[in-house]
Structures are given as structure tokens and as C-alpha cells.
């Protein structure tokens, strides 16, 4: 009869001239936790997983990366006002302060048509995200930028921000 390959563990206690009990095989599998039979490439599938390890999607975008959508529900009449100052100051101000420009829209049909603002935000983690806007909203620039574009009324009645991550099938972004 041919003997059976002997276990890592079974060989270090015989090196060791450590003595196992007798047992039948049905009552020693029954007496390991599962997990004790699992191939070792399956133990790393079952270890915790570890605090946000940035990882390279297929579209080069990485885990950790927090898009935010914006829309921007202007006051009556000042959509155009709010628009210009987008153009002419915000997106720059935005990649100042690490807040990467995505994409602008205005809505084309009713009720939201010529009143609302959507747009997407990038930035690289969660946290960056309160970093970014706090620096952006504290910039002198931004303030006197603001000041003066609201010189005649405020040019936005609400803001709704949705904070979003990319899921593993989308496409990658340009």
C-alpha cells in the first residue's frame, strides 16, 4: 500500500518527535474549522481588506478617486450671470485647488431649461474633497470673484452635491 503525502504540519511534529493522538480521518476533518482546508490562495480572499488602497481601474482612474455632481439651481433670471462666471473664473479656481473640472451641462427641456446648472467634479480621495473645497472657498480671488458677480443678487437659489465612485464597468473617462 502506498502511504499517503504527509501534511507540513504532521512532518514538523514528527521532526519534532511530537506525538498526535490516533484518530480516524472522519473525526479529524469534523474537528478542523473549513477554513483549514482551503488551498492558501484562498485564505487571501478571506483576509480582511485593507484601509483604501488606491488600485488602478482599466480606465486608469483609481479606487479612491470621489466624483461629485453638482447641480446648481439658479436664481430667477441669472443663469447667464452664473454661466459667465463659471467660464471666466471658477473651473480655473477650481484646478487651483486640486478640484479637477469633468464636464458642464445645461438641461434642455422643462422645468430645469434655462435656470439649472449640472455638473462633475473630480478629486482624488474622500478626504481631498473637504481640503479642496475648503481651500477653494477661502481663496481671496474666489470671495472678490463672488462679491462682484453678486454685486445684484445672489446668483444661485440651491445646490444639491451628490458624492459618487466610479463603478468597475463604466467606461473610462477622456
Do not use: C
Not at 502511504?3 to 484518530?23: D, G, H, Q
Not at 479612491?64 to 452664473?82: N, Q
Not at 422645468?111 to 481640503?131: I, N
Amino acid at each position: 500500500m502506498t502511504p499517503l503525502p504527509v501534511s507540513p504540519l504532521v512532518a514538523e511534529a514528527r521532526k519534532n518527535s511530537v506525538t498526535i493522538p490516533a484518530m480516524k480521518r472522519r473525526s479529524l476533518l469534523q474537528s478542523l474549522p473549513a477554513a483549514a482546508l482551503l488551498p492558501a490562495s484562498a485564505w487571501a480572499s478571506l483576509q480582511p481588506e485593507k484601509a483604501e488602497q488606491p488600485q488602478k481601474d482599466s480606465g486608469g482612474q483609481t479606487s479612491t478617486t470621489v466624483y461629485e455632481l453638482r447641480i446648481y439651481h439658479a436664481a430667477e433670471g441669472k443663469l447667464d450671470d452664473l454661466l459667465r462666471r463659471f467660464r471666466e473664473h471658477t473651473t480655473k479656481l477650481f484646478e487651483r485647488h486640486g478640484i479637477k473640472n469633468v464636464a458642464y451641462w445645461t438641461p434642455l427641456d422643462e422645468p430645469l431649461k434655462g435656470k439649472t446648472l449640472v455638473y462633475m467634479l473630480e478629486h482624488p480621495s474622500r478626504d481631498a474633497v473637504t481640503a479642496n473645497w475648503k481651500a477653494f472657498r477661502e481663496d481671496p480671488e474666489w470671495v472678490s470673484v463672488k462679491d462682484k458677480s453678486e454685486a445684484n443678487g445672489k446668483l444661485v437659489d440651491k445646490v444639491d452635491s451628490t458624492f459618487l465612485a466610479m463603478t468597475d464597468f463604466s467606461p473610462p473617462l477622456r
